[in-house]
């Protein structure tokens, strides 16, 4: 069973600092990673993808990826309300079409 | 560039009903995969279409069926509806298969009375 695990939050962080997000994987098979940020109501969107170790920067955004590990992160800097949202880790393996998606992470940005 | 698009945006079924469900992909995008997503979680994977061929079914049962025409456009068929099948039902698209980047549409709500 491929899981993705996530801590559910809600995390909270003040306007203008560091989000860290995490995810975990349990298929050493994973080969590509992926960010998305749903807001409430609405349908997920793509940020950040991820498909070897180390980091990848685009804007206020770092994802990072260490297989060894099997382990996600997303980094948010200089954080701002309209962040605020849930954002999801997903994988998908090689071969495999199929995202498997963790449950998610509520951030909430404090002005 | 349009985006996914999806329809209806919401619908209300009553128990035992069949709904269809449509999706076109990103202009150029070969690839559709269709998920379902319940409140307080992560989609989960039903079907990817890509080149009109079935390249993956989640664990779904066979009420759920799915295809895809030659323009690449994707309708998704939910029969003897149940009460657990309100969801959220999100179409993605990718140009290829495999670990291309999956684009969301604004889903379909489905309300089973």
């Known amino acids: 069973q491929k899981e993705v695990e996530q801590n559910s939050g809600p995390l909270s962080v003040p306007e203008g600092a560091i989000a860290s997000l995490n995810c975990t994987y349990s298929?050493?098979?994973?080969?590509?990673f992926f960010w998305y940020r749903q807001y409430s109501g609405k349908s997920p969107e793509l940020i950040m993808s991820?498909?070897?170790?180390g980091d990848k920067e685009d804007g206020r955004f770092t994802a990072q990826l260490n297989k060894a590990s099997q382990y996600v992160s997303l980094l948010i800097r200089d954080s701002q309300p309209s962040d605020s949202a849930t954002y999801l880790c997903?994988?998908?393996?090689?071969?495999?079409?199929?995202?498997?998606f963790g449950k998610g992470t509520k951030l909430s940005v404090i002005p | 560039d349009a985006g996914v698009t999806q329809s209806p945006t919401h619908l209300i079924k009553t128990r035992g009903q069949q709904v269809t469900l449509r999706c076109s992909p990103i202009s150029g995008h070969k690839s559709v995969s269709w998920y379902q997503q319940v409140l307080g979680q992560g989609p989960q994977f039903i079907f990817q279409?890509?080149?009109?061929?079935?390249?993956g079914r989640g664990n779904f049962p066979d009420r759920f069926s799915a295809r895809q025409f030659p323009n690449y456009s994707s309708e998704l068929n939910v029969n003897a509806l149940l009460l657990g099948d309100s969801a959220l039902y999100l179409c993605a698209s990718s140009f290829g298969h495999g670990d291309q980047p999956q684009h969301f549409g604004d889903g379909t709500r489905l309300s089973i009375l």
């Open positions: 298929d050493r098979g994973s080969q590509s």
């Open positions: 991820i498909y070897s170790n």
């Open positions: 279409y890509y080149e009109k061929e079935e390249r």
């Open positions: 997903a994988s998908s393996g090689a071969g495999s079409y199929q995202l498997t």
